[in-house]
């Protein structure tokens, strides 16, 4: 186990610097500058900018400057944001996009958890039936629909809420029930689907036999095995809630690492975007990590050499 | 089983659907006011400024978001009047121009501060003008100051010619230039000095020192070549530009040629005056929150990127008796629905131009204590690469401008009003009355008339004329008109993922299509994309452009034709109209000038290198209890005239006529501040009535 | 006594969930409403048209008509701010929503399925590398290459470049197959040590030899193939007006999107294959000396098609999501051409005045991905009723 573990580990930062070279690839190839605006810049000015980048040299060296600071974790300053470096903005915007991703992922874990779990209880049932249908609402409206409609109603209606900007408790609200939205529903299914299989597995049925009383079946036995799809969700889950933030984080504006994302790729602020996607794809390769050591010890039955 | 599903999800639709509906309803009922309306508890303005600004640091960047915020933070040698946008006394009291048009003279105040408490003098603004045009600044503002004598030379690392006998190679004997170096006298009052000297001498030839510029500059001219050769080339620096201190209080700039409107550049935040001692110490870090050091009405507290700039009033301003708000709150947004919800919660107090969706308009124009829409320094209109055929043909550019309905794009817009021409209207009133008078006698000499002139806003007849005189014959089809001839492939509109530009292509495309039986492909691209293949002239038939004068002079609309390496992304260039500018600008009689501009602007209107369309309104709203912030033609405010008046009677009622309306606190306010200048202008028009006695 | 055999009809796998899915009521519902949106996309527009004479990006020429009117019998669902019929908007939305969903979920099948199967079949370190190559891609934030492509591609390029496809689909094949053909050489040198002979040693080397040679020259080739633009714009010249401008960036939005999911698609075959390939029917094929791309194409790829079924069905409304999501962001459909993602995008910023510019285009995408998702349900119970997989 801990030799895997270690494996994995070592991994990361050489694919880290592989994602990023792809990255630096892709952003290259994309035509456009960081320096180009509507009002066009006389030619001796685009070569004092194309100096001080450095952008007058040839591909290699460039490449190769970036890759040896890369792999020292020094990214250099944003090219639009004079004077700040990338791990500062970073570090910055961090904060906001994890405190509602977290906050939303929880949400949708709570709820997605308690609706699949009692819908698979009583499958069948009325609960199962309406749970399962507003679990599908969710799936097939757009997230972008589904926040403004919120802030239409409680943030301009009934004025409860900010209808934007980060600022005190209430304006975190509508962005976490709307990202969690999507996500509730897929942990709902998902739990239904996983705990009805895991319901009527032979394990199950051993420790009914066995005769202990339906609580412990369910908490210690059943939980644990009707998670499994949920965790093996997480991974996935983490990309996609990326996305999802980017979309909440504009409805709301919001200035969280996605809308910097966004913007840094719009504005071709390419020691930004390496920055970014280097942190991200660490976090992701971390977090797929822990996922499957997990589920080493959620399912028994899976072990790594 | 599946009934029961159905309904339960239709249910939740249709609930859904009500709740948004009603919910809606009641967002949008009319009251007097559009959302909650009270005033802040304390004495701050919530403002949305734009797009996060890229720095805090004048000379860098271009964009009007941090325009907003830098006049904030930054003084100048003048200020932009709140209403007018005129010059009005910043750090110079008065000032002067010579007579040759190329000298001025700034008598700076004397109890100007930084916000460290340190002193303002003319030194600083040497330093800061000799700053903004360093190569390795490269600021993207440096041409506006290129009028300075030898800044451009510099910011382009040029360099002089000496010869064997230490003499410099002058500009005139290599490059014809009907503008005559006008050698001006000293002026009373400020000192001579050697770098004066120096500076009246008649302009020194330079050269690009970057081996490919200048060979390909050489190779060109075999005369200059010659000239050159063997001599010694002594780098432009920046001692050698036209700024100067005279003394600690007296500023001094020399021009390379007239330029009638340049006082009213100053007002720029790249002219605005920075600390020397700070960059020094701190380089390009120098305007971070925890380093700042600024010399304008407010000054930095905290910055929260895309969250929130705070600044607050600065003490030491040599004005700060007369600022009335305690802070500001600049908030970076740039996506209307959010800001227009965010006013409606009462949770912002103004809104920066251009925020009103197009579609909101009809709802929102009621709210008549509000809403400003007023004439905009700025035009919109369809660049035209005319290089590359079937629109290297006068008349089929000529066709496709008149076949566009005006009224009806303007109808779609809602914020604009028509345009046929170069130059807004509504901004430059004397411009209008000379382009007026130009107009007539050219049009009548040509056979036309003006009348005839201002239907160029739409003939869909005279367009199909045209385009079948150019060899695409229309045809009636049906209802419709087709023209096969035309080489629909080789043209196309091109437009960036905006909803405004999406909406006006695709109302233009359907107009000729109706109109002239052509059916032009639109192709739209991502803004950092299509950006360098415009500028580089690379694009097929049409693209959208929209200019903001960067000054309040018509000129500055002609501007982006001028010269060979024009920046109007059409591929145009003509000396003749070259040259009918440069005699505009070199004449010293202001209304003659117009004429002459107003003749250029014909010429090049003719020649239909663009499809004027329309100029737009300023299109914002703020709260009624704002004062002090008005819609000027473009939409930049000195915020030490803005303030909060809580006593609703006195708030802003009908803002239709706020620009004529004079609100006697900032009239007062503006009477104590220009009051310096216009003493200044009685004594020395006394002074020189009495010389010439 | 007679003894009367009772002749059963035989049933095959597919017919036996075909049944199974119609006893489930929910997923007939699904199919039904798909096949209802279907139809009216297919051939709503044109009737329309030759009913009211109405297309979906007729901007009328009157003023006053550019506003946007709530529904009436004029316009069933009313107009939006150009005086654009929404109904009409919403069939053309229709057919480029369905057309994204669906050909983006071939995209990715095909790669997907290809490249998943290989790499469960093969194994070993070259299951591995693949499936690293996955990983990489998967941490790549997909906008990003979304927003790459559309701005290299979007250009006037864009026709050169489809035509060029073909080219470059064939340089990476022979590039791929180079590198199988490394890693046969790499075990073929070293990994049986030079414990067998002299002589075998000579061999191993003599067909090592020729196996270098034979990579590098297909490297050459395939480096050669890719920069044959000249290739490409011949094709371009012939075949180019086949291409609007218009129809090639969606073309390329169908291609982009498609290339996110087969990243899942892989993952998914790869573990249906690695649990089939220990299976009898593989050594019986084995046996009888099936070569190894009959074995995963022939036999192998038709046993794992349940989950796969499911996962593309699934795959659809996800992409048709995706979809909306760059139309928000303004990379998607571009005008004239619209889709319910980028009509219910742009609806969304009028919702407090005009809300019908929201409400229809978002109920029919609901309803359309709701039904997709009841039928992927229903698809997964009836394929195989005892996975309850993910």
């Known amino acids: 186990m801990l030799k895997f573990i270690l494996r994995r580990l070592l991994l990361i930062i050489p694919m880290a610097l592989v994602v990023v070279t792809l990255t630096w690839g892709l952003i290259r190839a994309a035509p456009g500058t960081f320096y180009d605006s509507e009002k066009p810049l006389p030619i001796a000015i685009r070569a004092n900018i194309e100096k001080k980048y450095g952008l007058d040299k040839p591909w290699y060296q460039q490449y190769w400057m970036m890759l040896s600071n890369v792999a020292q974790g020094d990214f250099g300053d944003s090219l639009k944001y004079q004077g700040q470096s990338v791990n500062e903005i970073i570090k910055r915007h961090l904060p906001y996009s994890a405190t509602i991703g977290i906050i939303a992922y929880l949400l949708a874990l709570a709820l997605g958890l308690s609706a699949g779990i009692i819908a698979a209880l009583k499958q069948n049932s009325l609960f199962d039936y309406g749970a399962m249908a507003v679990a599908m609402l969710g799936l097939s409206v757009p997230n972008f629909v589904f926040g403004p409609i919120l802030v239409l109603i409680f943030a301009l209606g009934l004025y409860v809420v900010p209808p934007a900007r980060w600022g005190g408790v209430s304006s975190i609200i509508l962005p976490v029930i709307t990202l969690a939205a999507i996500y509730a529903a897929y942990i709902a299914r998902l739990t239904r689907a996983g705990m009805l299989e895991v319901l009527r597995s032979d394990y199950i049925r051993t420790a009914r036999a066995k005769g202990l009383d339906e609580k412990t079946v369910l908490l210690k036995h059943a939980l644990r095995g009707g998670i499994i799809p949920v965790v093996s969700f997480t991974g996935p889950a983490l990309a996609a809630l990326l996305a999802g933030t980017v979309v909440v984080e504009r409805i709301f504006s919001i200035p969280g690492l996605g809308k910097i994302f966004i913007e840094a790729v719009l504005n071709r602020d390419e020691p930004l975007v390496l920055g970014i996607v280097a942190f991200l794809s660490i976090l992701v390769m971390v977090f797929n990590l822990l996922v499957d050591i997990s589920y080493g010890f959620l399912d028994p039955r899976i072990r790594y050499e | ?693 | 006594m007679e003894e009367t055999l009772q002749i059963t009809k035989g049933t095959s796998l597919w017919a036996d969930a075909w049944r199974r899915l119609l006893k489930n009521k929910l997923a007939v519902f699904g199919l039904v409403v798909l096949a209802f949106m279907v139809v009216l996309v297919s051939i709503g527009p044109p009737i329309l048209q030759w009913l009211t004479g109405i297309t979906p990006d007729y901007i009328p020429a009157d003023g006053d008509l550019l506003k946007s009117f709530p529904p009436s019998v004029q316009h069933p669902m009313g107009t939006d701010e150009q005086g654009r019929d929404i109904f009409a908007r919403v069939l053309q939305g229709g057919r480029i929503s369905l057309a994204v969903g669906v050909i983006s979920t071939v995209v990715s099948l095909l790669v997907g399925v290809s490249y998943g199967a290989i790499a469960g079949y093969l194994g070993g370190s070259i299951d591995n590398f693949m499936m690293r190559i996955v990983d990489i891609i998967y941490a790549i934030p997909y906008i990003l290459i979304v927003i790459v492509l559309l701005s290299v591609f979007g250009g006037t390029n864009t026709r050169v470049l489809i035509a060029a496809l073909p080219a470059i689909v064939a340089g990476i094949c022979i590039l791929v197959a180079g590198v199988l053909l490394a890693v046969n050489l790499y075990r073929r040198l070293f990994g049986d040590g030079l414990a067998d002979g002299l002589f075998n040693t000579l061999k191993r080397f003599a067909f090592g030899a020729l196996e270098a040679a034979i990579l590098i020259a297909l490297i050459v080739a395939a480096a050669y193939l890719v920069s044959l633009t000249g290739f490409g714009s011949s094709i371009a010249e012939k075949y180019g007006s086949v291409f609007s401008l218009g129809m090639s960036q969606i073309f390329l939005l169908f291609f982009a999107l498609g290339l996110v999911s087969w990243l899942t698609m892989a993952r998914v075959v790869r573990g249906q294959i690695l649990s089939l390939k220990n299976q009898e029917f593989v050594l019986a094929a084995k046996a009888t000396g099936v070569s190894t791309f009959g074995i995963i194409f022939r036999h192998l790829v038709p046993n794992a098609l349940g989950p796969v079924i499911v996962y593309a069905t699934l795959t659809v409304p996800s992409v048709m999501l995706s979809e909306a999501f760059l139309s928000y962001l303004g990379l998607g459909v571009q005008a004239p051409y619209a889709s319910w993602g980028s009509l219910a995008a742009d609806g969304v910023k009028n919702i407090a005045i005009f809300p019908w510019q929201l409400i229809f285009p978002g109920v029919t995408m609901a309803l359309t991905l709701f039904s997709l998702n009841f039928l992927g349900d229903g698809l997964r119970d009836a394929i195989d009723p005892q996975t309850r997989k993910f």
């Open chain 2, 1 to 693: 089983m599946a009934g029961l599903d159905r309904d339960r999800i239709i249910a939740t639709l249709l609930v859904l659907s009500l709740s948004g509906i009603v919910a809606g309803c009641a967002a949008s009922a009319s009251g007097k006011y559009f959302g909650l309306t009270t005033p802040p508890s304390e004495n701050v303005l919530r403002y949305i400024s734009g797009a996060e600004p890229e720095s805090l640091d004048p000379a860098l960047p271009n964009g009007q978001p941090e325009a907003r915020i830098l006049m904030a933070l930054y003084d100048g040698l003048i200020e932009y009047h709140p209403a007018t946008m005129e010059s009005i006394p910043g750090i110079a009291e008065s000032w002067e121009v010579g007579e040759g048009g190329t000298e001025y003279i700034f008598r700076l105040r004397k109890n100007a501060k930084f916000s460290n408490g340190e002193p303002i003098t003319a030194k600083d603004f040497v330093y800061t003008f000799r700053r903004g045009f360093k190569p390795e600044l490269a600021s993207r503002n440096a041409s506006l100051g290129y009028y300075i004598k030898y800044s451009e030379a510099y910011n382009s690392g040029h360099a002089f010619v000496k010869g064997t006998d230490g003499k410099f190679l002058l500009k005139k004997d290599f490059v014809d230039s009907i503008v005559n170096e006008a050698e001006s006298k000293a002026l009373p009052l400020a000192g001579d000095s050697e770098f004066h000297k120096f500076l009246d001498e008649p302009e020194r030839l330079t050269i690009p020192t970057v081996e490919t510029d200048k060979v390909k500059l050489l190779d060109s001219d075999p005369k200059l070549k010659a000239a050159v050769e063997g001599k010694e080339l002594v780098p432009v620096k920046a001692e050698d530009i036209g700024v100067e201190a005279v003394d600690d209080y007296t500023f001094r700039i020399k021009l390379y040629q007239p330029a009638p409107y340049f006082v009213g550049l100053l007002g720029h935040q790249f002219f605005r005056v920075v600390p020397s001692s700070v960059i020094e110490k701190f380089g390009d870090r120098w305007s971070r929150p925890e380093n700042i050091v600024t010399s304008g009405a407010f000054k930095v507290l905290a910055h929260r990127p895309y969250d929130e700039l705070i600044v607050v009033k600065d003490p030491n301003n040599w004005d700060a008796a007369n600022v009335k708000l305690d802070r500001i709150e600049f908030y970076p947004l740039d996506e209307q629905t959010t800001m227009l919800n965010l006013y409606k919660a009462g949770r912002v107090d103004g809104i920066y131009n251009h925020t009103v969706p197009g579609p909101w308009f009809d709802q929102i124009r009621e709210y008549k204590d509000e809403y400003l829409l007023h004439p905009e320094n700025a035009t919109e209109f369809y660049v035209i690469n005319v290089k590359k055929a079937p629109m290297d043909k006068q008349k089929v550019r000529e066709a496709m401008a008149i076949a566009i309905d005006r009224d009806a794009w303007v109808k779609l817009k809602k914020i604009y009003k028509p345009l046929v021409d170069i130059i807004p209207f509504g901004i430059f009133p004397k411009y209008e009355e000379a382009r007026e008078k130009v107009y007539s006698e050219e049009l009548k000499k040509q056979g036309s008339s003006l009348d005839e002139w201002k239907a160029r806003k739409f003939n869909a007849e005279k367009g199909r004329k045209l385009l079948t005189e150019a060899g695409f014959p229309v045809q009636q089809s049906g209802s419709g008109w087709i023209c096969p001839t035309f080489p629909v492939d080789d043209v196309s509109i091109l437009y960036n993922t905006t909803e405004s530009n999406k909406a006006t292509a695709e109302f233009i495309q359907a107009q000729w299509k109706q109109n002239l039986g052509v059916t032009i492909p639109l192709k739209s691209m991502e803004q950092r994309t299509l950006l360098p293949m415009v500028n580089k002239v690379e694009y097929q038939g049409f693209t959208r452009r929209g200019w903001v004068g960067d000054y309040m002079d018509p000129f500055t609309f002609l501007y982006l034709y001028y010269s060979p390496q024009n920046a109007s992304a059409t591929g145009w260039w003509d000396p003749k109209f070259d040259r009918m500018i440069d005699e505009a600008n070199s004449t010293v009689d202001e209304q003659l000038r117009f004429e002459k501009l107003a003749r250029a602007e014909l010429y090049l209107n003719q020649q239909q290198v663009i499809v004027p369309l329309g100029v737009p309104g300023t299109s914002w709203m703020k709260k009624p209890y704002v004062k002090g912030l008005y819609p000027n033609p473009g939409t930049l405010h000195a915020w030490k005239f803005v303030y909060i008046e809580r006593d609703p009677a006195k708030w802003d009622k009908d803002v239709d006529n706020i620009l004529v309306d004079k609100d006697p606190v900032v009239e007062n306010q503006l009477k104590v501040i220009m009051a310096s200048q216009e003493e200044f202008i009685k004594t020395h028009q006394a002074v020189k009535t009495a010389a010439a006695e």
